[in-house]
């Protein structure tokens, strides 16, 4: 598929598509909406799978390269009040690393996400992208 730019959207679509990434609507309102956009042979399907974000586009770093490594891992609360999931990644070679904490979007642990830890982990940090809530829990 074709990646295009925000600018080659109405500024409705977007408007749309932003309620529902955010809750604000249904899915079955979004899908109506999105059936004023679907002219000229262009079905809401399609769009719906434009509209999608890419995140295989985002990545640039491979999960697999051996300069990193890399895992999910949970990490307990010092006080006691729980744990917090997230994705580490840190050199291959060496004991000890800066450190950097990948705080995520609202979209949650994806594929991106994931990349600029390894980009971190490839520039010689220990990265751990995570929630900034400690409810441990990680949008699928």
Do not use: C
């Not at 000229?40 to 999608?52: D, Y």
């Amino acid at each position: 598929m074709e990646r295009k730019s925000a600018d080659q959207y109405p500024q409705e679509l977007l408007d749309l598509f932003h309620e529902w990434q955010h809750g604000d609507i249904d899915r079955r309102s979004f899908l109506e909406g999105l059936g004023k956009y679907a002219v000229g042979g262009l079905t809401v399907a399609a769009l719906f799978e434009s509209l999608k974000p890419n995140y295989a586009w985002a990545q640039t770093i491979d999960p697999n390269d051996k300069e990193i490594k890399v895992g999910y891992e949970t990490v307990a609360s010092p006080e006691g009040n729980g744990s917090i999931k997230g994705y580490l990644a840190r050199p291959s070679k060496g004991k000890k690393f800066a450190s950097a904490l990948v705080i995520h979007e609202n979209r949650g642990l994806n594929p991106y996400i994931e990349d600029v830890a390894r980009r971190l982990g490839k520039a010689g940090y220990l990265a751990f992208a995570g929630r900034a809530d400690i409810g441990g829990r990680l949008p699928g």
